[in-house]
């Protein structure tokens, strides 16, 4: 019979913002960071790689919350947030429409360095935090905040398959080919080898295509839309996206790229 691994457990800040990690926390990050950046560089978008740079991110050890919050306030009037893995889908939308990005505190265990279920500062910080730089991008992630706040639960089962096409696993097409950029792919190791080698389909970013396609959480993603830039996401969903949705489940799924779960 195996054992049940340890649940993870979110961190609390002290008096003064701070939390604490340990020497074997900032040794698992900075084995993340240094394989990931080899890889990516080169690989990833722009944008990307240039808002690690701003972020100031390095493999010395685990960056503290406020100083992220502190260099977004500054950069795009954006930031950060602490908070447990998971959290209500009310809290969620609505720290995006301040742009402010949910941070989950905990760091993966070594045991689990390729792979973790919950999303642990690594993949909210180093997945998710550089594209923040960039105005474009933080604009649809405000806006895409508002929607989800304003429109409510009938409606956001839809969003959360436009954030997970863009804002976790979107591509970007450059003069120099596409280059990932959502943040499951860029802080997996395995997604990114997956995502660049050819093995999955590319598609073209349609709102409403997005809106009907359906995906698995817990699987290499066997399809990703392709945007030509991030002012792009801000305009597609700077109109009625209700109306949108609305219709997206009048014509229906279209058919799955994927086994059912077992």
């Not at 450059?174 to 660049?196: M, N, Q, R, W, Y």
């Not at 590319?202 to 817990?218: A, E, Q, W």
């Amino acid at each position: 019979m195996t054992a049940e691994r340890p649940a993870y457990r979110s961190k609390e800040p002290d008096t003064a913002g701070q939390y604490a990690y340990s020497a074997e926390e900032d040794a698992v990050w900075g084995e993340l960071f240094s394989r990931q950046m080899a890889f990516l560089a080169g690989r990833a978008a722009p944008e990307y790689l240039a808002g690690v740079a701003a972020l100031g991110l390095t493999a010395a050890h685990v960056p503290q919350v406020r100083d992220i919050d502190a260099r977004l306030a500054a950069l795009t009037g954006a930031g950060v947030e602490g908070v447990p893995a998971i959290i209500p889908p009310a809290r969620f939308f609505g720290l995006l429409a301040q742009r402010k990005f949910p941070v989950a505190t905990f760091l993966r265990r070594r045991e689990e360095i390729g792979y973790i279920e919950e999303p642990d500062i690594f993949h909210e910080v180093f997945g998710h935090c550089p594209l923040l730089t960039n105005p474009d991008y933080a604009a649809f992630i405000e806006r895409f905040g508002q929607l989800g706040a304003t429109l409510g639960k009938p409606y956001s089962w839809r969003l959360f398959r436009l954030f997970w096409f863009t804002v976790e696993f979107g591509m970007l097409r450059t003069a120099d080919g596409l280059k990932p950029f959502g943040a499951g792919i860029v802080s997996s190791p395995a997604e990114a080898e997956h995502a660049l080698a050819g093995r999955a389909e590319m598609l073209d970013f349609d709102l409403m295509t997005v809106l009907r396609t359906p995906y698995r959480i817990d699987i290499l993603q066997p399809v990703y839309f392709v945007i030509d830039s991030f002012a792009q996401l801000a305009q597609a969903i700077s109109g009625d996206v209700a109306a949108a949705i609305d219709e997206a489940k009048r014509l229906g799924d279209l058919p799955a790229r994927f086994e059912a779960a077992a």
